[in-house]
């Protein structure tokens, strides 16, 4: 029965990560954003983000948090969460869902640890920024 489910590859559709002026912290802070890349409409797009990993040989996680886009336009962006600094340093795992042309996708992105930096920055599309791509 499992091999009568298709579910279709992600193509064009990033979460990527970069840096904005946070006037909370009045410094440049990491962002998580939702790129869709394609000439498609993303209908009832849902991203569930967590971090984890090791830090001073300790298992760290934080909390499971949920953002839900009803709509997310061709060819634009949306802010999906703030990352602090200090969960830079562990792997942060976003799993998108979401429908298009009344199909369903699914991917989960991850930023290894420490690899959001300047350093491993490229091009966005769509935003015309230099980030980091969740693989």
Avoid: C
């Avoid at 949306?78 to 340093?89: S, T």
């Amino acid at each position: 029965m499992k091999k009568d489910i298709i579910i279709p590859k992600v193509e064009g559709v990033h979460i990527v990560a970069f840096q904005e002026w946070n006037d909370d912290f009045m410094e440049n802070s990491w962002y998580a954003y939702l790129i869709n890349d394609t000439d498609d409409l993303l209908e009832m797009a849902m991203v569930v983000s967590r971090a984890y990993g090791l830090i001073n040989g300790e298992e760290r996680k934080t909390g499971t948090f949920r953002h839900a886009f009803a709509k997310v336009e061709p060819r634009t962006a949306v802010k999906v969460e703030l990352l602090e600094n200090n969960v830079l340093q562990l792997n942060n795992e976003f799993m998108l869902s979401y429908f298009s042309n009344g199909q369903l996708y699914d991917k989960t992105f991850v930023f290894r640890v420490n690899t959001i930096n300047e350093k491993a920055t490229a091009d966005l599309p769509i935003i015309n920024k230099r980030g980091v791509f969740a693989n």
